[in-house]
């Protein structure tokens, strides 16, 4: 296991967070991207090191290239920048559905052990305490895209036993769920938060720790996750934001 | 044949006392002008239908418009919650609402399946989540030729569709462009239609992604300039994101509300009025 990092960061830890899940996005991919961290997350690839992504927004917009980071999925800059702009329907049936898309990049407000995502309530879906803004295009984002990234800031509630409602499905319990639902797609592949990345491991059946950012112990990830979290054989560390990925990131949310 | 009217008398003609509407827009021309004049004529008892209700749902509910709401995201796009309609939902504020929830692909389906006037859709989705169990309107069906196991879902059967357009020409033909969302859906699977645009033109240009409803499938349009505010219309107007950011600290208390309201929605004539009665810097794009 990697000794922690004792020199002083210039970075954030969500800024290393944006970095390293811009990172998962291979240049050429096609990813439907959620709004908030995946959105930004996406954009950083394009403008480092996947300028071929094709990003997807679900107001329509295909081949969206905005120069800043959009407050909504639906921004003037997405459509005046994609490739086209379908209508709503089309975007879900034509192509999500139609299985055109590589990459399904979401946000969560709680995610277990498996990747099972809830946006919908915390707590009970009858008298929730809160009530979260809902399921969005990710139920089917999820079972629809070949492999799935999902994006955190990492703490016990969010990060958690049990998620309270099953929006979006991962991997059900781990037992083989999706190969049973017949869902398309492979689900959640890693989870990359301000704190390191989990990577599913199918033997396991879970999501494993493998990487912590710079400054970040493994215990202080494991004590963050409200599952008891299994760890790699191996876990390395993060490389550090380069200069040019930070300046491409700072640039893009300064707008 | 399209009528042009005043959007007053648009809205008078056709919302009724528990009707069940959408006003729908996908970030774009969202019509917050129509849904600010159900407020100003007191219509109770709604159904609210949107995929993606905003600010304009959470002031209807928290004005007490709305018994019912069947949607897919509710939320302040990248500046916070609804806090009226979390309030209805969490503690019966001002009073309880009904919820039915889907996914977006669930009701961009109902909305397609209502325009077709089919009784309902399919689509791959739901498996394995708990809105299928939550939602009595999802269903499943097997495949005829293929076996495979489907989702279904009901047509919106809405009485009212209000969208917003770029223009209309003088026939009453309207014309939209760039994120299109469900509006053609919206109009065509409603019982009765209201267009509000941005202007009335001698004729239409082309424009990339551009929809034309013909005027003999439109009720009502009427001319309301910036009446997506604070949405914007594409080739008019940008959104006005501090607006957006400006609802957190207006929706978070309901005395604050329902002042706020009481001000520059209840206390304004028309759509000019109310844009003439806020503070200069919530018109503006950026939210910094």
């Known amino acids: 296991m990697p000794e922690p990092s004792t020199t002083e960061l210039t970075w954030t830890s969500d800024e290393m967070m944006a970095v390293a899940a811009a990172r998962e996005l291979s240049d050429g991919t096609v990813c439907f991207v959620g709004i908030g961290l995946p959105s930004t997350a996406a954009n950083l690839a394009r403008a480092t090191h996947a300028r071929q992504a094709v990003l997807i927004y679900e107001s329509g917009c295909i081949g969206a290239k905005p120069d800043h980071i959009p407050p909504s999925i639906g921004d003037g800059v997405l459509s005046r920048s994609a490739d086209a702009v379908v209508a709503v329907p089309e975007i879900f049936s034509y192509w999500l559905q139609a299985g055109r898309i590589d990459v399904g990049f979401l946000g969560a407000a709680q995610v277990d052990r498996w990747g099972n995502i809830n946006t919908t309530v915390v707590g009970e879906y009858e008298s929730p305490s809160v009530r979260l803004p809902g399921a969005g295009g990710a139920p089917e984002i999820a079972t629809s895209c070949q492999r799935v990234i999902i994006t955190l800031r990492h703490n016990p509630r969010a990060l958690v036993e049990k998620v309270d409602f099953v929006t979006s499905v991962g991997h059900g319990d781990g037992t083989g769920t999706r190969q049973r639902l017949g869902l398309p797609g492979a689900g959640p592949q890693v989870i990359i938060t301000d704190l390191g990345i989990l990577r599913y491991d199918a033997r396991a059946a879970e999501f494993l720790l493998t990487e912590v950012h710079p400054g970040v112990r493994v215990e202080d990830v494991v004590a963050k996750t409200g599952w008891a979290l299994q760890v790699a054989e191996s876990v390395s560390e993060t490389a550090p934001p380069r200069p040019v990925e930070l300046a491409a990131l700072r640039a893009f949310v300064k707008g | ?288």
């Open chain 2, 1 to 288: 044949m399209a009528e042009f009217t005043s959007l007053a008398s648009a809205v008078g003609q056709h919302v009724h006392d528990g009707d069940r509407v959408a006003l729908e827009g996908f970030t774009h021309l969202i019509p917050f002008a129509a849904g600010h004049e159900i407020i100003r004529q007191g219509r109770r008892e709604l159904t609210l239908v949107r995929m993606t209700p905003d600010i304009i749902y959470d002031q209807l509910i928290g004005m007490g418009c709305a018994s019912r709401m069947i949607f897919s995201w509710a939320g302040n796009p990248g500046a916070g919650s609804l806090h009226r309609f979390r309030d209805a939902v969490e503690n019966a504020r001002p009073h309880a609402l009904e919820i039915e929830e889907h996914s977006h692909a669930g009701m961009a389906t109902r909305y397609a399946t209502s325009a077709s006037g089919l009784p309902f859709g399919i689509l791959r989705g739901y498996t394995g989540t708990d809105l299928a169990t939550v939602t009595n309107n999802i269903a499943w069906v097997e495949c005829p030729f293929t076996g495979e196991r489907l989702a279904a879902v009901p047509a919106l059967d809405l009485d009212v569709g209000i969208i917003c357009a770029q223009q209309a020409d003088r026939e009453g033909n309207v014309m939209l462009w760039g994120i299109t969302g469900v509006q053609k859906e919206t109009v065509l699977g409603a019982r009765r239609s209201i267009v509000l645009v941005e202007e009335v033109v001698d004729s239409f240009s082309p424009h990339v992604n551009g929809v034309v409803l013909p005027s003999w499938v439109v009720d009502a349009i009427a001319v309301v300039p910036s009446g997506p505010f604070p949405s914007y219309a594409q080739g008019y107007s940008e959104r006005a994101n501090a607006f957006y950011a400006h609802w957190e600290s207006i929706s978070r208390d309901e005395e604050v509300f329902r002042t706020w309201m009481k001000e520059h929605v209840l206390g304004t004539g028309d759509h000019e009025q109310f844009l003439a009665s806020l503070d200069p810097s919530l018109r503006e794009a950026t939210n910094a």
